[in-house]
Nanobody, 115 residues
């Protein structure tokens, strides 16, 4: 059974930084592309950043230049470094494969950016 556990969220001021982690089990992690998704209040869940099994990355326009996705295949973990945070980044952040598996969503981690 696939198990994804997100961590690292919290409350930060605009301009601050957070580093999110996603620990994966139940899959051969190194063989899958992975992504970070977020869902803000009243909005659909969106893909924020993705990294292929080979390490290529893509980002939604709104976070380009501010967020960096990475992975450590020796630890079955993906990361999202979030810099220059804005209030509009406030959301619950989830990890999943990219494209996602509908059955594998975890609890997510809350990121709140507010003065």
């Amino acid at each position: 059974q696939v198990h994804l556990v997100e961590s690292g969220g919290g409350l930060v001021q605009p301009g601050g930084s957070l580093r999110l982690s996603c620990a994966a089990s139940g899959i051969i992690f190194r063989l899958y592309g992975m992504g970070w998704y977020r869902q803000a209040p009243g909005k659909q869940r969106e893909l924020v950043a993705a990294i292929t099994a080979g390490g290529s990355t893509n980002y939604v326009d709104s976070v380009k230049g501010r967020f960096t996705i990475s992975r450590d295949n020796t630890k079955n973990t993906e990361y999202l470094q979030m810099n220059s945070l804005k209030p509009e980044d406030t959301a619950v952040y989830y990890c999943n494969t990219a494209p996602p598996s509908a059955n594998d969503w975890g609890q997510g981690t809350q990121v709140t950016v507010s003065s």
